[in-house]
């Protein structure tokens, strides 16, 4: 049997800690989207494309994975694609509320799919796109949290 996921969420940009578990899903699952919020409830540093393109670069080595842009439901999207895993990372303790939450909600919204949670190297179990974005506008040296090119672009960014 061929196993898909999808591991959806808004990327803004893609750290170290989602690249991990990029790695962890593609160990497990056959195939794997990486699907890329369009219009996420929070308001992006970068946009859908600069988002999807940076992901592109930075799984440039995997081979069972895609990236691809959602719009609306993710339950939609997984119903398009014929996939009923979503996979979603746990950080903390403080992720766990917000993620059961949704996962519950999507479940009552869709009964055949499934969330499966997967923890990154404790490492990157502290390491947020938001915590990030602040540090870096704050000057800080992020290139321990996100690949080189990914701390250029956000340099270049928060520069404007
Ligand atoms: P969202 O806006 O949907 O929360 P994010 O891009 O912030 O999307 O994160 C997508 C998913 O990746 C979420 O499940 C989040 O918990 C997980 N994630 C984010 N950063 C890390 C990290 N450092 N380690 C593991 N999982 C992470």
């Known amino acids: 049997m061929n196993r898909s996921a999808i591991y959806p969420g808004s990327f803004d940009p893609v750290t170290y800690g989602h690249l ?15 699907a ?26 995997i081979k069972n994975i895609r990236i691809e842009l959602f719009d609306g439901l993710i339950i939609n999207f997984a119903r398009k694609n014929e996939i ?10 403080s992720d766990f509320e917000y993620e059961l939450q ?5 479940r009552r919204l869709d009964e055949s799919i499934e969330t499966a949670f ?3 190297s404790e490492r990157y179990s502290f390491l947020s ?4 974005k602040e540090a870096a506008s704050l000057g800080a040296d992020v290139s321990s949290f996100v690949p080189e090119f990914v701390a250029r672009k956000l340099m270049e960014r928060l520069a404007c």
């Open 118 to 120: 997967l923890m990154p």
């Open 102 to 106: 949704m996962a519950l909600t999507n």
């Open 84 to 93: 009923n895993v979503l996979i979603r990372g746990l950080r903390m303790i």
């Open 20 to 34: 991990d578990l990029i790695k962890r899903a593609a160990h497990i699952f056959d195939h794997v989207i990486v």
């Open 36 to 61: 890329v919020a369009l219009n996420s409830s929070k308001k992006t540093l970068f946009t859908s494309e600069e988002r999807v393109e940076m992901l592109k670069e930075a799984t440039k080595g």
């Open 129 to 132: 796109s938001t915590l990030l």
